[in-house]
């Protein structure tokens, strides 16, 4: 969600986006991963999306370039509605939105190459005219950070950051104007993480790349994010300029999960939320707000409506009634008149 003034600088536009699953049987209702999410992003940005495992934020990244359905809702990408196009209307949308998979080993061909992979998308796409396939494959390794007798080896043969590097090589071949990022550092060492978001940081400013960056490391996502989503349950419940968030965040379930980060405070303790109950399923939400079964300050409004995501503030976007106007005005005792 952005501005009116920012509207002409979006890339991409959810809009009520939601994607059921079928349950295991007749009983159970549709897994509700993504239940009517909206948000804009911005050309040049890194937008994070963060939350809890089976939040829906994977989802939700996958559904945005079509390779999960979308039940509901639509995708604007670069001026275009996405979300019915097929297959082969799809193809040139590959071009300019491309994904980083967390585990570089399954997405990786065995019995090709890394020559051979980051080929794969030319062969699809077509090379440019006036390009040598060979020098342009040689300059995506180098662009990021393998050296060209990497060429010639097979997936098994490198490590879990150089196999993470040609995927990222591979994404970035097509020079496209978007890369979702899901989760392509966990399973990579600390260490190699670290050169891996230095290698995305540096592809940004010499590509103009715009990055949606998933994760569930929270450290990561101030790291590399300019806004950040929450995502709970399959809703988004707050969208803020990353400093913002991280320095005031209203929406309860943020509070809790940002609290998560280690921080030392003047008496050398560190000061923690923790929630209590499990988190609900998909198949059967909650009525009203997802997070009022496990929320400190639920009211009897939270039980029975869903809040809506406004703006409170200048590009910060909290979904729960603690900050409902109305709610506030019926909820605040009158001053009495004194003489």
């Known amino acids: 969600m952005s501005s009116d003034a920012d509207k002409k600088d979006v890339l991409l536009s959810a809009q009520h986006i939601k994607v059921y699953y079928k349950g295991k049987n007749r009983k159970t209702g549709p897994v509700r991963a993504v239940d009517d999410v909206s948000f804009d992003i911005m ?18 990244g996958r559904a945005l370039i079509r390779l999960e359905h979308i039940t509901d809702g639509s995708v604007i990408f670069r001026g275009q509605d996405i ?66 007798y990497h060429l010639s080896r097979y997936p098994h043969e490198l490590s879990g950051g150089q196999k993470q590097r040609v995927g990222i090589a591979r994404a970035i071949a097509l020079n496209p104007d ?12 600390v260490s190699v993480q670290a050169q891996v978001l230095n290698l995305l940081s ?20 101030y790291q590399v994010s300019d806004r950040v989503g929450v995502m709970y349950l399959g809703k988004m419940v707050e969208i803020a300029p990353y400093d913002r968030l991280y320095e005031k965040r209203y ?29 609900p399923s998909p198949s059967d939400p909650p009525s009203g707000c997802r997070f009022h079964t496990r929320c400190p300050h639920c009211c009897e409004i939270c ?20 900050y409902d106007e109305q ?13």
């Open 202 to 221: 540096d592809l940004k400013s010499d590509l103009g790349l715009t990055y949606i960056f998933i994760s569930h490391n929270l450290n990561v996502v």
């Open 83 to 148: 979300s019915k196009l097929k297959k082969k209307e799809l193809k040139d949308v590959r071009r300019h939105a491309q994904m980083v998979f967390q585990d570089p080993a399954a997405c990786l061909n065995p019995r090709r190459t890394v020559k051979q992979i980051i080929e794969e998308p030319f062969m699809i796409h077509g090379v440019p005219e006036g390009v040598s396939l060979d020098e342009r494959v040689e300059e995506l390794v180098k662009k990021v950070g393998l050296d060209t």
């Open 178 to 189: 978007l890369v979702i990022c899901d989760e392509a550092v966990s399973a990579l060492d």
């Open 251 to 279: 929406h309860p379930y943020t509070q809790a999960l940002l609290s998560a980060i280690p921080q030392v405070d003047g008496d050398g303790k560190t000061e923690r939320i923790r929630l209590k109950g499990e988190v």
């Open 303 to 322: 039980e029975k409506e869903m809040p809506p995501l406004r703006e409170i503030e200048p590009g910060h976007f909290v979904a729960c009634h603690l």
């Open 43 to 60: 050309k040049g940005e890194t937008f994070g999306i963060v939350g809890e495992s089976g939040c829906g934020k994977s989802t939700i």
């Open 327 to 339: 709610t506030e005005k019926e909820n605040t005792p009158e001053t009495p008149v004194t003489q």
